[in-house]
């Protein structure tokens, strides 16, 4: 009889708790699952789930955690969707040793991971400066049959940009692209800056071609990066070649674009086509900085 009446302030409290979760009431709900816990009355899965479910659609994370405290206090398995919550919890608050804990436990359980599991613990690690974890975690979902998505790419890759670490960037940004994933411009930006500050041109051609081919919008922050990745490299053919095509593709030429064509000209000797682009900024109605002006000036000096 004891048993019964203790079976059902379970299920009582486990339904009022989904009720308020449905409601929006995300306080009630977490409120009626302290009263649960106050009350000696042993919680279940069903019950420490819903109230992470409801702290979690509110954005509540340091509640998510202390249900899920409460979870493992009580010997509560938890499930993948629990499991997940919390370690996003951890990772909007900052705890990436937690969000390791968590996910090593789940992966020697042998609970389902799923992306969601694995961008929350790479976007914790990332803001914990552990970038040698976000690696192995890319690396763990590539060997494993977890599907990667743009945020994992995105992640992983301004992880390395981050660090300075360029050659990692496109490697990473190379590996998670591949198959299904679909990309952003956002990624591809990303991916483009990394080969503007690492020297690789070439790169940068080729991710544009890649965007194109898979219908990725190009915007003024790809072609600024990519012009400005020809003009390091001394490229000034392939950096007019890019505002061509900036203008083809009906995207504004920016200053930045204007600027690093007309650098790009100068340093390769090409002073009549400096001085012709600078004419054109003019027209276009774009208004010149101290970048464009210096180079214009260097080119006219150079150029007699």
Same mark, same amino acid.
């Given at each position: 009889m004891e048993q019964m009446k203790l079976e059902t302030?379970?299920?009582?409290?486990?339904?009022?708790?989904?009720?308020?979760?449905? *409601?929006?009431?995300?306080?009630?709900a977490l409120q009626l699952f302290g009263v649960m816990v106050q009350c000696e009355v042993e919680p279940n899965a069903i019950s420490c789930g819903t109230a992470i479910g409801a702290c979690n659609k509110a954005a509540k994370w340091d509640k998510v955690l202390q249900v899920f405290a409460v979870m493992q206090k009580h010997g509560i398995e938890s499930s993948a969707h629990t499991s997940n919550a919390a370690i996003g919890s951890c990772e909007h608050g900052g705890q990436w040793e937690r969000a390791s804990q968590l996910l090593n436990a789940m992966m020697h359980?042998?609970?389902? !991971?799923?992306?969601?599991? &694995?961008?929350? /613990?790479?976007?914790? &690690?990332?803001?914990?400066?552990? +970038?040698?974890?976000? !690696?192995?975690?890319?690396?763990?979902m590539m060997q494993t049959d977890v599907m990667r998505n743009t945020i994992t790419c995105s992640s992983v890759v301004r992880a390395c940009v981050k660090r300075s670490e360029w050659r990692w960037s !496109? %490697? @990473? &940004?190379?590996?998670?692209? %591949?198959?299904?994933?679909?990309?952003?411009?956002?990624?591809?930006?990303? *991916? $483009?800056?990394?080969?503007?500050?690492?020297?690789? +041109?070439?790169n940068t051609l080729k991710l544009i071609v890649s965007m194109v081919r898979r219908n990725v919008e190009l915007d003024a922050i790809t072609f600024s990066a *990519? $012009? /400005?990745a020809c003009e390091r490299s001394g490229e000034w053919e392939q950096a007019l070649w890019l505002l061509r095509v900036t203008s083809l593709s009906k995207v504004e030429s920016t200053v930045t674009c204007f600027s690093s064509a007309i650098s790009a000209c100068e340093?390769? /000797? *090409? +002073?009549?086509? #400096?001085?012709?682009? &600078?004419? @054109? @900024?003019?027209? /276009?109605?774009?208004?010149?900085?101290?970048?464009?002006?210096? #180079?214009?000036?260097? #080119?006219?000096?150079?150029?007699?």
């Amino acid at each position: 009889m004891e048993q019964m009446k203790l079976e059902t302030s379970v299920v009582t409290f486990s339904a009022a708790v989904i009720a308020c979760s449905r *409601a929006g009431h995300w306080k009630e709900a977490l409120q009626l699952f302290g009263v649960m816990v106050q009350c000696e009355v042993e919680p279940n899965a069903i019950s420490c789930g819903t109230a992470i479910g409801a702290c979690n659609k509110a954005a509540k994370w340091d509640k998510v955690l202390q249900v899920f405290a409460v979870m493992q206090k009580h010997g509560i398995e938890s499930s993948a969707h629990t499991s997940n919550a919390a370690i996003g919890s951890c990772e909007h608050g900052g705890q990436w040793e937690r969000a390791s804990q968590l996910l090593n436990a789940m992966m020697h359980r042998k609970v389902e !991971l799923d992306t969601g599991a &694995f961008n929350a /613990s790479i976007g914790a &690690f990332d803001k914990s400066d552990t +970038w040698a974890s976000v !690696l192995r975690l890319a690396d763990v979902m590539m060997q494993t049959d977890v599907m990667r998505n743009t945020i994992t790419c995105s992640s992983v890759v301004r992880a390395c940009v981050k660090r300075s670490e360029w050659r990692w960037s !496109l %490697q @990473m &940004f190379n590996l998670l692209s %591949q198959g299904r994933v679909e990309l952003d411009t956002i990624t591809c930006n990303i *991916a $483009i800056d990394a080969c503007k500050h690492g020297g690789a +041109w070439e790169n940068t051609l080729k991710l544009i071609v890649s965007m194109v081919r898979r219908n990725v919008e190009l915007d003024a922050i790809t072609f600024s990066a *990519a $012009i /400005s990745a020809c003009e390091r490299s001394g490229e000034w053919e392939q950096a007019l070649w890019l505002l061509r095509v900036t203008s083809l593709s009906k995207v504004e030429s920016t200053v930045t674009c204007f600027s690093s064509a007309i650098s790009a000209c100068e340093k390769g /000797s *090409a +002073w009549d086509r #400096a001085w012709r682009l &600078f004419d @054109m @900024m003019a027209k /276009s109605n774009v208004e010149s900085n101290t970048i464009s002006f210096s #180079a214009v000036i260097s #080119a006219c000096e150079k150029g007699g």
